[in-house]
């Protein structure tokens, strides 16, 4: 091929990191990408002319579908997999040039997802955990622990501070099981008042008491049938409820609310709290059986600031998050991003992301500078106000956008689809910062 007809296109393919290499029929090498060659050709200046069959490679002659295109010819898109790598992506297929009249090889190798960080659910739209990738010490251990335990059904206790990510985490749990295309049904102990909690989970039968459906009531642990049944404070869970739950765990059976049957149910249960369960057992106020059943498998999410590799990619996922949710596009500079790093951030993972929607929000340009911090109440101008002055900035900018969106909406429940949290948090919040 002649240089001619690469060489305009370099810069772009270069770009991509992707493995992308063209051969002649013969197999000959006529180009690669600086992502091939980072992954395959290390330590080579040049391979340009050689024949594949040279590059001394192993993961590159295990996935590579060049010898079934030379012998059939046929364009294919399909998933590899080499060691405990994971799935490569290969798509090869031929490429006609008209200038020198000949037809080349492309073969593009997509490498397999690295580990993912977990991104807070509240007040956003549900996004996979694979679309975004981190290198954090602190969550590869667990991340490779959940993908071991995948094919069991062992409960799984998630513990940790809030806005940790726990919940992310059991979504992630449930996505590597073998149940990951049944059901995924959360309940949230601290956000359903207490004399409503057993009837949201075990459901109730016609006429079960005054004001009941006349139909009766599905509970929550029968819409998770053969599914995973998450419950997100677990710690709250009324005492006297914590024997039902302890059945349900033990022998798969429930009964619901005014029946006298009882009902069998294949469910995995996953739980989280942030509270100190061998301290509620103390105090008489969580089943030591029940704490036991609930962690055969325990994960601790540590906190952000014992995380500082996680930073910046939280950051460019939430940036990326709110630029698509507002329709704008702007960046960071690094002197703003630093300024971010150097927060003790006690609100976790949930205290960045309000932070950086704020930031989006009201940064006068299409690049966030350290200029702009100071919009957060002063937070990060001084180091010894750090651990306050960001709680008090995320609580005023939560407040702010409570008053637009209920002067807009005028009621909770438009309020909660429009920020896309659940209604019991939006009327929680809204009685919070007083808006009526």
Same mark, same amino acid.
């Given at each position: 091929?002649?240089k ?18 063209i ?9 690669y990408n ?12 040049n391979?340009m ?14 996935i590579?579908?060049?010898p079934?295109?030379i012998? $059939?010819?046929?364009?294919t898109?399909?998933?590899k ?14 490429v006609?040039?008209?200038?020198n ?6 073969e ?7 580990a ?9 739209t549900?996004?996979p ?7 954090d010490e602190?969550m590869?251990?667990?991340l490779?622990t959940? $993908?071991?335990?995948? $094919? ?7 513990t ?9 985490l059991?979504n ?9 295309n ?15 909690i057993?009837?949201?989970?075990f ?14 009531k599905k509970?929550?642990v029968?819409?998770? %049938? ?5 419950? %997100? ?6 005492l ?9 765990i ?8 005014g029946?006298?049957k ?5 469910v995995r249960?996953i739980?989280?709290?942030n509270l100190n369960?061998?301290?509620?057992i ?5 089943r ?8 055969v ?11 500082q590799?996680?930073i910046d990619?939280l ?14 596009r702007k ?8 300024l971010?790093?150097?927060?003790s951030?006690s609100g976790n993972i949930?205290e ?9 929000v009201?940064?006068?340009? $299409? ?6 911090i ?5 937070a ?8 306050v002055?960001? %709680? ?27 920020l896309?949290i ?11 910062y007083d808006?009526?």
């Open positions: 091929m002649e001619h007809n690469i060489v305009p296109l370099k810069s772009l393919i270069d770009a991509i990191g992707y493995y992308i290499c051969y002649n029929y013969k197999g000959v090498i006529e180009y600086s992502a091939f060659k980072n992954a395959y050709l290390q330590g080579l200046d391979f002319g050689k024949h594949y069959s040279l590059i001394e490679n192993d993961e590159f002659q295990s590579t579908s060049l079934s295109f012998k $059939n010819g046929k364009s898109s399909l998933q997999r080499y060691g405990t790598h994971g799935l490569f992506y290969v798509n090869i297929s031929s006609f040039n008209p200038e009249n000949t037809t080349y090889i492309v593009t190798i997509a490498p397999p997802f690295k993912p960080v977990l991104p807070i659910k509240e007040g956003m549900q996004t955990v694979e679309d975004i990738f981190l290198g602190k590869r251990s667990i490779e959940i $993908n071991r335990i995948s $094919n069991f059904d062992s409960t799984v206790l998630i940790g501070e809030s806005g940790t990510g726990k919940s992310m059991a992630f749990i449930h996505s590597k099981s073998k149940r990951a049944r059901p995924f049904v959360t309940i949230n102990c601290a956000a359903i008042p207490e004399n409503l057993e009837s949201e989970l459901g109730y039968v016609p006429g079960a008491f005054t004001g009941a459906n006349p139909k009766g509970g929550l029968e819409q998770a %049938d053969t599914g995973t049944l998450f419950l %997100d404070e677990i710690g709250l869970l009324p006297n409820l914590q024997a039902k739950f302890l059945q349900l033990q022998e798969k059976t429930y009964t619901p609310i029946s006298v009882t009902k069998k149910v294949d249960i739980s989280a709290t369960l061998k301290k509620q103390q105090e008489k106020n969580f030591e059986d029940l704490y036991y059943r609930l962690r498998i325990e994960f601790y999410m540590p906190p952000l600031r014992e995380r590799d996680a990619s950051i460019d996922y939430f940036l990326n998050l709110y630029n698509k949710k507002y329709g704008i960046t960071i500079s690094q002197n703003a991003r630093q971010l790093h150097n927060s951030w949930r960045l992301q309000y932070v950086i929607e704020r930031l989006v009201t940064s006068r340009e $299409n690049r966030i500078t350290s200029s702009d100071p919009l957060l109440e002063g990060l101008t001084k180091e010894e106000n750090y651990d002055s960001f %709680d008090m900035a995320v609580e005023k900018f939560e407040k702010e956008l409570l008053l637009k969106y209920y002067a807009k909406y005028k009621s909770s429940y438009k309020v909660a689809d429009a896309g659940s209604q019991t948090k939006a009327s929680r919040l809204l009685r919070k808006i009526h």
